[in-house]
């Protein structure tokens, strides 16, 4: 009998030990997403027309692997984030155009399988550090709907207000249907980007602070006494160089960091300001591309980067708010040799950096040419971890582990879907690009309406390997492959998924391809 027990009792421990090694198996992730930073706001990516200097983010890549057809959903923050956080198109939502505001209310439905929540449930500690932007429910002194009061301009500069005169947010009320309701175990950060009000620090589900100040870095809304922009960029750094130091869990860590910049308000700290001698936008991608040195060197002085999957990518492409005339008077093109920039249907609105560093799996300097997407997220890490995705959940996330490995994809789904801020759509397959849209469907000219006075035809057709700047439309000549892209972007449009044996998933019951005549900008 005793011989019997210390069997059952050694197989138990050294069951206990199998799981965890395979617990510490599994590599750490940290997913850093700067916002409206350039294709070719990257050294590396541009080395004959980008001015920037952007070592880390070079020498990450030297380290790891560059992917040169790397796609955002959509062109603009929020759609974006929505993808990568679900595995999802955001247009299958009721979110068709544009981006939420501050104030926005939550767009993830609690019952969403997020990245977040699917590694938790794996195994994962869950952080995030960073810019959230996919709305919250936000509790109020009235019960309506978050939102500023009158006036907000009038006070501005002249110190502290009783809060309610500035809005009805009932700062010491919970916030729900944010980061830590969808998966996350901790949440610091901010409700969008940092021209979006209300500006006030947030720890998981409460405000820290109030908003008794009214201030614009950009748009007015209500602000904590303390909150100013230019250090938003130094907090979230250190919050995230604090996280890895001080980790200690036995647990591997997922932390997914959002940043505010290069976005708008555009405001280097003092140590980056001149640094670049091309003005405050390539002073604040080389602070971003600091803040990619700083969170690497954590992982290196605890000895987690060889099995750590650092990924460093953007939201969509650069703003036009970066001065495009300014930086190509530099030699400076922060689209490379593609066409248009953030908002755009075009190429440059959402082909962006991505670079992913993973030394026990990616072989050093390896390049990927292969056409993925950032809602690839969700599909890649259930296969990191050797678990299947239920058929509801990512129904447009492909793995692209085997890519890290340097071995070939088997995609499902034949091509990607675009989206631009107004809701024009196109569809990329193999070479050819489709654009259900007559300009850039953007803000770069010419915009819809400036196409629709030149009587441009009402759809674009690229054949990138040959054009990858978009220069020679082809739709009127190759009407018979416009239309088999048509054809099949139709199909996963209604079909609810374009991953094979995903359940149908669109939340509205009619989506428009083709944007009215009327309406489109």
């Not at 138990?12 to 409206?36: H, T």
């Not at 950060?189 to 614009?216: C, E, M, Q």
């Not at 860590?253 to 640094?275: A, C, D, E, N, R």
Request: glycine content about 10%; hydrophobic content about 35%; overall charge neutral.
């Amino acid at each position: 009998m005793k011989n019997h027990l210390r069997t059952l009792a050694a197989s138990l421990v050294m069951g206990l030990g199998s799981a965890f090694a395979a617990e510490q198996a599994k590599p750490n992730i940290v997913y850093i997403l700067a916002d409206d930073m350039g294709y070719g706001d990257v050294q590396c990516l541009n080395p004959d027309r980008g001015k920037i200097p952007t070592p880390h983010m070079d020498k990450l890549a030297a380290e790891g692997m560059t992917f040169t057809d790397a796609h955002t959903t959509s062109s603009v923050c929020t759609p974006t984030r929505y993808s990568i956080m679900t595995g999802r198109y955001n247009w299958r939502t009721k979110l068709q155009k544009s981006v939420l505001n501050g104030y926005g209310e939550t767009l993830i439905s609690p019952d969403r399988m997020t990245i977040p929540g699917f590694l938790r449930d794996n195994g994962y500690s869950t952080a995030m550090i960073g810019k959230w932007h996919l709305g919250l429910d936000i509790a109020t002194t009235d019960g309506k709907k978050a939102s500023p009061k009158k006036g907000l301009k009038e006070k501005k500069g002249k110190g502290a207000f009783p809060p309610e005169e500035l809005s009805n947010i009932d700062w010491k009320g919970t916030i729900k249907g944010g980061p830590v309701d969808l998966g996350f175990d901790s949440w610091f950060g901010i409700p969008a980007s940092l021209d979006f009000p209300p500006y006030v620090w947030i720890r998981d589900r409460n405000w820290v602070g109030v908003g008794t100040h009214s201030k614009a870095f950009h748009r007015d809304g209500p602000a904590s006494e303390d909150f100013e922009a230019i250090d938003v960029l130094d907090k979230l750094t250190a919050e995230t160089v604090n996280f890895i130091s001080d980790y200690k869990s036995e647990k591997p860590f997922f932390v997914y960091m959002p940043l505010p910049s290069p976005h708008t308000p555009i405001v280097p700290t003092k140590k980056w300001q001149g640094k670049s001698g091309m003005g405050d936008y390539s002073d604040f991608v080389m602070q971003t591309d600091d803040v990619v040195g700083q969170v690497v060197k954590a992982l290196d002085d605890r000895g987690l980067s060889e099995n750590t999957i650092v990924i460093v990518t953007s939201d969509n492409g650069c703003s036009p708010r970066g001065d495009f005339k300014n930086l190509e008077s530099h030699g400076h093109f922060a689209s490379a040799q593609f066409r248009g920039a953030k908002a755009d249907i075009w190429e440059g609105g959402h082909r962006v950096p991505f670079l992913a560093k993973w030394p026990k799996v990616i072989k050093a300097g390896s390049v990927s040419d292969d056409l993925t997407c950032q809602i690839d997220l969700l599909a890649t890490c259930a296969e990191i971890v050797s678990k299947e995705l239920p058929n509801n959940a990512g129904v447009d996330s492909e793995s692209i582990l085997p890519l890290f490995k340097g071995e070939k994809a088997d995609f499902s789904r034949k091509g990607i879907i675009h989206h631009s801020v107004s809701g024009h759509f196109a569809y990329r397959e193999g070479n050819y690009k489709l654009i259900l849209a007559r300009g850039s469907g953007g803000w770069m000219g010419p915009t819809e309406n400036q196409a629709r006075g030149k009587n441009l035809p009402k759809a674009q057709l690229y054949d990138l390997e040959a054009d990858p700047g978009e220069r020679n439309n082809l739709y009127s000549k190759h009407p018979e492959v416009a239309e088999k892209l048509l054809a099949q972007l139709t199909d996963y449009v209604e079909a609810g998924a374009t991953v094979e044996g995903k359940k149908s998933d669109n939340d509205v019951t009619e989506i428009k391809l083709w944007k009215s005549e009327k309406t489109a900008k």
